[in-house]
Structure formats: C-alpha cells, structure tokens
Nanobody
Framework: QVQLVESGGGLVQAGGSLRLSCATS????????MAWYRQAPGNQRELVAT???????IYADSVKGRFTISRDAPKNTVYLQMNSLTPEDTAVYYC??????????WGQGTQVTVSS
C-alpha cells in the first residue's frame, strides 16, 4: 500500500524559509512523477512543483525562483525548499505521487502559515 507522509510545516515570518519533506512507503522511482500541491482556505488545490523520474522539474509561476523541489532516492523522500515566503504562501501543502498507470496518491497535508 502506498503511503505518503509529509512533515516540516509550521509558522514562519514573511521572508523566512521552510523545508517540507514527503516520505513514501515505496521507491519514488515507482512513480512517473511526484509533486507538491497547496490549498488555501476558499481556494482550489493548486500545483506548486513537480519532479519527474528523469529529474525534470516544473514550477508554478507564483513560486519560481523561490521554491525548489528535490528528491533523495535512497531515502524515498521528496523535498520542497521554500524561501522568501510571503503570506500568500499560507496553505495546506500536500504531497502527490502519480503512478505509471495514472493513479494519484496523496499525503495528509501539512500546514504552512506565513505571518506578515
């Protein structure tokens, strides 16, 4: 059974940094891609960053240059380094894995709150 467990969220002041982690119960190379999404109150869930099995990365325009997605394959973990945080980054952040058959798996989410 695939499980994704996020950690690293919290409260930070504007301009600060956080690093989110997503640990998987299976090899991350078993997925086509892994990604981070976020959902703020009253908003739809939005894609923040993606990393493919080849290591290619894609970012939402709103986080380009500030966020970095990376992975540690031996640890079956994907990270999201978030710098220069603003209150607009406040949301619940979710780890996502997309299987080779197109199935999506989700973590439970971790709250990120950025104070002004």
């Amino acid at each position: 059974q695939v499980q994704l467990v996020e950690s690293g969220g919290g409260l930070v002041q504007a301009g600060g940094s956080l690093r989110l982690s997503c640990a998987t119960s299976v090899s991350i190379f078993g997925f086509n891609a892994m990604a981070w999404y976020r959902q703020a109150p009253g908003n739809q869930r939005e894609l923040v960053a993606t990393i493919t099995t080849t290591g290619s990365t894609i970012y939402a325009d709103s986080v380009k240059g500030r966020f970095t997605i990376s992975r540690d394959a031996p640890k079956n973990t994907v990270y999201l380094q978030m710098n220069s945080l603003t209150p607009e980054d406040t949301a619940v952040y979710y780890c996502n894995a997309r299987s080779k058959l197109g199935a999506h798996y989700w973590g439970q989410g971790t709250q990120v709150t950025v104070s002004s």
